[in-house]
């Protein structure tokens, strides 16, 4: 065998490997392989280390230098309801609808200072924390911490991080959606609010997954715009005396629920409907899935198209334009 | 807990699949739709060896405890499966060692001075020392093989054979005088695949061209569907008739092992994973191991591949009455083994890789290479061929690697003056088998050398014939072929040029079935 059969042997196996391996991204069981998969093995991921003060000082870096310039350079962002935060000041645990891995990041990112330096995430262990590089990633830049969809044991337990101070990121869903509606809420975060008597703030995300779906790599533009992508806090909840994990979940999806009808209408037509028990149901119409969807990816208020929520501002323009129309006419 | 075996169906998300092909691997990519068969993991090894061994012999099946068997004065035969079993070789301490050891302890606490120990190579050829020394280990080695003791069988000595009669068919039963004259003939056998062991030990392991003769036919090869099930097999049914004539004459306590699938030492244990599993680490490995069997001469490439001993665990070991213990026996070897595949298809495809039962330490030649994809992995099913009467199967082999003169002779004839003639088994057979089995020369060196019998390669031919009989084309992939044509075949450069070359018997969009094996696979074909 000659050197230049060897190597363009050599070249040809690594391509195929890499195709057929998909290098660089997430490898797949074939769908007839599906049902003989084993479960994976929570692997004991110790991410005390991502919070020690130097690993503290290397996450500002990578989160104020790196990733929200990056992150404002791609989507256009609107946070409402923050003041909330004012009047607390212990750990928290933020819950919040799950639609696109720019949630994390838009939440984070939307929080004072004072607080995003004392909040983890609680990220799935087989998705974030199936290899060691994505586990130092995520751990570095979002303070991450593996929590076992499957059950299983952690180094790390959620209620550890709070007892320690650290507020958390929680998204009940267990994943992202698939069409972008709402769904069912595991008791996780009632049950850690119940345990550790602290407070629960809902969190809605919109517009995360018309930007950036399950299987997009990077977040979408709208001609040629960026998207915008919004998040609103809500008030604390905390479970009643007596009130039972059972009870405390419902009500917080209903919080999130609401802080979503709220985003889509505003915030006293949302107090009505939710006073009246006809908060529109957050898990969508029962419809085909392609309308649902469809639904989900419309462009939220700001966008170049599709304007939805007329602000204030929005009614001053409009009498400008009309006064000045007026005037030229005259 | 080890995962079932199962059947793949190739599609988008389905990296490029190992597939075997003498001395390396290519990593092949199916068109859509393909089935592959994918053998159960392996099962669990007994952790204590010496303690399951230990108890199999004083708890048999149908028998007396084996110390009760045992008495001073008597005449002590032990047989074991030679090299051809298990594939590849296992690492030390192999469990016929094991488990000769401990039938040796029981024989001298009973004060049992007169024991021989035969290796049952029937027409195989004979061991050299160390590859004896390998199976029964130093302490066994070392106690008998210097007084002669310890030895391989020979069924051309015509002073230690002894004829014990003939079946109800009429079928000669010709077995070791040695063993036919004992008080007690303890079989130690490892049950690598379904075909091995029960009657087949002794009344194959331990006879001569007179018995072999009835069974080993192209017509029984044919009928036998497939050899791996014995309860559907001809040559089986002959052998089980020999067997219960040679119970007659001579009490056989009989222990039989069984392995798990571990193939494949490290650093090549990737080849046992299921692909999509694959980490970084096993697509490096694979990488690695393409590249450097890519530059490596056939001398290299024969040393790593031959020089490989396999982690096998010992799944079962059961002990006893010929008959008894052999239903125990396959019932784990379907444990290890069995899939469930739904129907057959047009197109069969299969990996013959570097070794098989008669190549250990030797060159895999192209008679044993069509034996090894025609014979053993065509016939690895129950129930129906994995593939239609009148479909294709596609082989991946070079067919480059020669004879070797030592232990192949009669197979450079067969190749050269019989193949030449006629590929046909039935006609090869008639015309052709008794003057290889009677020749001479052929017999010197199966004799006083290290050579198959002169007739072996017929054997190998038969092994086939079941599968020339039912398919349509048989094509190599990446096979020579000008060997390919002499064994009456056709060669392609790739599986679409196979595919291509089928098409005019299967069509132009066939089903395929891939048998990803090794390690080894039984289909149990629901049609």
């Known amino acids: 065998m000659g050197v230049g059969e060897f190597l363009s042997g050599g070249v040809a196996d690594v391509r195929r490997t890499a195709r057929g391996f998909r290098w660089g991204r997430r490898g797949q069981v074939p769908r007839s392989a599906e049902p003989y998969v084993l479960p994976q093995h929570s692997t004991v991921f110790d991410t005390g280390w991502a919070r020690r003060p130097a690993v503290m000082a290397a996450r500002e870096i990578a989160q104020k230098v790196g990733l929200e310039p990056l992150f404002r350079s791609q989507v256009h962002t609107r946070v409402e309801g923050l003041d909330v935060l004012e009047r607390l000041d212990g750990p928290v645990i933020f819950v919040a609808n799950h639609a696109s891995h720019l949630d994390t990041p838009l939440l984070l990112l939307s929080l004072p200072d004072a607080w995003r330096r004392k909040t983890a995430v609680a990220a799935a262990a087989d998705y974030f924390f199936d290899t060691w590089w994505k586990a130092v990633g995520s751990s570095l830049v979002f303070n991450t911490f593996p929590i076992d969809r499957r059950g299983g044991s952690m180094a790390a337990t959620p209620g ?9 990121v929680v998204y009940p869903e267990g994943t992202r959606s698939r069409d972008g509606w709402l769904q069912g809420f595991r008791m996780g975060a009632a049950f850690l609010a119940q345990t550790h008597d602290v407070p629960v703030v809902p969190v809605a995300h919109r517009g995360t997954f018309a930007a950036m779906p399950r299987g997009a790599g990077w977040p979408s533009r709208t001609d040629g715009r960026r998207r915008e992508v919004t998040v609103r806090f809500g008030e ?22 609401a802080l979503l009808d709220e985003e889509r209408t505003s915030w006293y037509e949302a107090q009505l409907r939710r006073s009246a028990g006809t908060t529109p149901d957050p898990s969508g119409p029962d419809v085909a899935a392609w309308r649902r969807v469809w639904e989900q990816t419309e462009p939220v208020a700001g966008d170049a198209v599709g304007r939805g929520r007329p602000t204030p501002w929005d009614r001053v323009r409009t009498e400008a334009r009309v006064r000045a129309k007026a005037a030229l006419k005259r | 807990m080890s995962r079932p075996g199962f059947v793949l169906e190739v599609d988008d998300r389905t990296p490029p699949l190992v597939v075997h092909e003498g001395l390396g691997f290519r990593m092949e990519e199916f068109p859509l739709g393909t089935r592959v068969v994918y053998p159960p993991e392996s099962l669990p090894a007994i952790d204590d060896v010496d303690g399951a061994i230990r108890d199999a012999l004083l708890n048999p099946v149908d028998s007396e405890p084996l110390p009760e068997l045992l008495f001073s004065g008597m005449r002590l035969t032990i047989a074991f499966d030679d090299l051809s079993l298990p594939l590849p070789t296992m690492q030390r301490p192999d469990v016929r060692q094991r488990v000769i050891e401990a039938v ?82 303890v079989y130690v056998n490892l049950n690598l695949v379904a075909m091995d062991g029960g009657h087949k030990s002794v009344g194959v392991g ?59 030492p490290k650093p090549f244990d990737f080849l046992m994973k299921r692909e999509w599993e694959w980490n970084l680490k096993d697509q490096a490995s694979m990488l690695a191991a393409r590249r450097g069997l890519a530059v490596a001469p056939q001398k290299l490439r024969h040393k790593i591949f031959h020089d490989m001993r396999a982690p096998y665990g010992l799944t079962g070991v059961n002990a006893g009455e010929v008959e008894a213990v052999h239903e125990r026996t396959i019932a784990k070897v379907h444990q290890q083994q069995l899939v469930e595949v739904d129907g057959y298809s047009d197109v069969l495809v299969l990996g013959v890789p570097y070794l098989g039962p008669y190549n250990v330490n030797s060159s895999m030649n192209p008679i044993l290479a069509t034996c090894m994809g025609l ?22 082999h070079p067919l480059n690697e020669g004879f070797n003169q030592l232990h192949h002779p009669s197979y450079v004839d067969f190749y050269e003056e019989v193949l030449a003639e006629t590929t046909d088994p039935q006609v090869i057979g008639e015309k052709y088998e008794k003057q290889f089995a009677e020749d001479p020369w052929y017999r010197h060196l199966y004799r006083t050398s290290n050579a198959y019998h002169g007739v072996h390669p017929f054997y190998m031919w038969y092994w086939a014939a079941h599968a020339m009989d039912h398919v349509g084309d048989v094509v190599w992939v990446g096979g020579d072929r000008k060997v390919a044509k002499r064994l009456g075949f056709r060669a392609a450069s790739s599986l679409n040029d196979a595919l291509e070359m089928v098409s005019g018997s ?5 089903s395929i079935t891939y048998l990803h094996n090794p390690p080894h696979i039984l289909a149990d074909v629901k049609v």
């Open chain 2, 104 to 185: 040796l302890t029981l024989a001298a606490a009973a004060g049992v001075d007169d024991v021989e120990i035969i290796a049952a190579n029937a027409l195989h050829r004979r061991m050299n020392a160390a590859e004896l020394e390998h199976i029964v280990g130093e302490r066994v080695f070392r106690s008998f093989y210097p007084q002669g003791k310890l030895y391989n069988f020979d069924a051309e000595d015509r002073d230690a054979l002894a004829h014990l009669g003939t079946t109800d068919e009429g079928e000669d039963v010709e077995i070791s005088k040695r063993a036919a004259e004992s008080d007690l003939l």
């Open chain 1, 236 to 257: 604390p909840l905390r479970a009643a005396e007596g009130e039972s994990v059972r009870e405390f979940a419902p009500r917080i999806k209903d919080a999130v629920a």
């Open chain 2, 375 to 396: 014979g053993y992995y065509f016939n690895s099913y129950r129930g129906h061929p994995m593939v239609k009467r009148g479909g294709a199967v596609i082989l991946y």
């Open chain 1, 160 to 168: 550890e991080v709070l007892a320690d101070g650290w507020s958390l």
């Open chain 2, 506 to 510: 299967v069509g132009t969009s066939p």
């Open chain 2, 206 to 264: 331990l006879s001569s061209y007179t018995s072999l003769k009835h069974h080993h036919t192209a017509k029984t090869m044919v009928h036998s569907r497939s050899f791996m099930d014995h309860k559907a097999s001809k040559m089986h049914h002959s052998a089980w008739r020999m067997g219960r004539l040679i119970k007659d004459h001579v009490k056989v306590f009989q222990i039989e092992t069984t392995v798990n699938n571990d193939v494949f």
